[in-house]
């Protein structure tokens, strides 16, 4: 069993910066890829972003390539997410998940555990 918990979320002006943490619970955390994913207002969750459980490869969705950076420290068993130049529809919930597979997937039905999520609002 793995718990997730997010921090770092909160109110930012177009153009900001946050940075996202996820800091699972267990000692396997290096087994897992993770994932993050957000969900707007009646919207379906969406993928953003996926690290393999090495960090050597990283997926975005191409609405946040070039803006947003995944990135993980087994040592300290978190993974990240940079959000840079944010705008007003990155306003949403973010989730950390994690999914054992051996490839890294984008799917939400995919990932084996969730976190509570933390919200994101980008005023325009």
């Known amino acids: 069993q793995v718990q997730l918990v997010e921090s770092g979320g909160g109110v930012v002006h177009a153009g900001g910066s946050l940075r996202l943490s996820c800091a699972p619970s267990?000692?396997?955390?290096?087994?897992?890829?993770m994932g993050w994913f957000r969900q707007a207002p009646g919207k379906e969750r969406e993928f953003v972003a996926a690290?393999?459980?090495?960090?050597?490869?990283?997926y975005y969705a191409d609405s946040v390539k070039g803006r947003f950076t995944i990135s993980r420290d087994n040592a300290k068993n978190t993974v990240y997410l940079q959000m840079n130049s944010l705008k007003p529809e990155d306003t949403a919930v973010y989730y950390c998940?994690?999914?054992?597979?051996?490839?890294?997937?984008?799917?939400?039905?995919?990932?084996?555990?969730w976190g509570q999520g933390t919200q994101v609002t980008v005023s325009s």
């Open positions: 998940a994690a999914d054992r597979s051996v490839v890294v997937r984008t799917a939400t039905l995919d990932y084996d555990y």
């Open positions: 690290i393999s459980s090495s960090g050597g490869r990283t």
């Open positions: 267990g000692r396997t955390f290096s087994i897992y890829n």
